[in-house]
């Protein structure tokens, strides 16, 4: 019995290292992205989808999500999605932020494929008609 409920504790917490782990907050305002903000919950690697990044969002607010890529000849951007706003959505490059800073690499410990990405994103950006966009996010696991 002791060894059963040993292995089980053993599993459980080394199943939780491969979790999920997003923190910090999206600030959106004026046009063309409206007045909102974002505390992503929850991550997925852009490695299956044939891109080296992550999108971010929140679980119980789907409908908004933050795309960071990294190119290796153009660098860091990424790209705001909206409801009504068309595909792929806003995006935001060097050009038009006045700090953008990210981070992405493969997580050390990862859940099957070894796709498992890691990293943080800091920005601070101008958009179309005055508004804006800002966050600080980190973010591991994102699988």
């Known amino acids: 019995m002791r060894v059963a409920l040993l292995l089980a504790l053993a599993f459980g ?12 907050r999206f600030v959106a305002q004026g046009r063309p992205l409206g007045d909102w903000e974002l505390a992503p919950d929850d ?9 080296f ?18 190119d290796p000849v153009q660098g860091h951007s990424v790209v705001v999605m ?12 060097r050009a038009s932020c006045t700090r ?10 990862s ?3 070894g796709r498992d990405l890691g990293g943080w994103l800091e920005l601070e950006c101008a958009t179309p008609d005055q508004g804006s966009f800002r ?9």
């Open 135 to 143: 966050g600080s996010v980190s973010f591991d696991h994102c699988h």
């Open 43 to 51: 991550c997925e690697s852009g490695q299956p989808r044939d891109f």
């Open 13 to 24: 917490l080394a199943g939780g290292l491969g979790c999920t782990d997003v923190h910090g």
């Open 82 to 93: 909206v409801p009504g706003m068309g595909d792929p959505g806003l995006a935001l490059s």
């Open 111 to 113: 859940e099957g494929d």
């Open 100 to 109: 953008l800073e990210a981070n992405l690499s493969f997580d050390t410990v």
């Open 53 to 70: 990044g992550v999108n971010l969002w929140r679980s119980d607010a789907q409908s908004r999500m933050v795309r960071l890529v990294e």
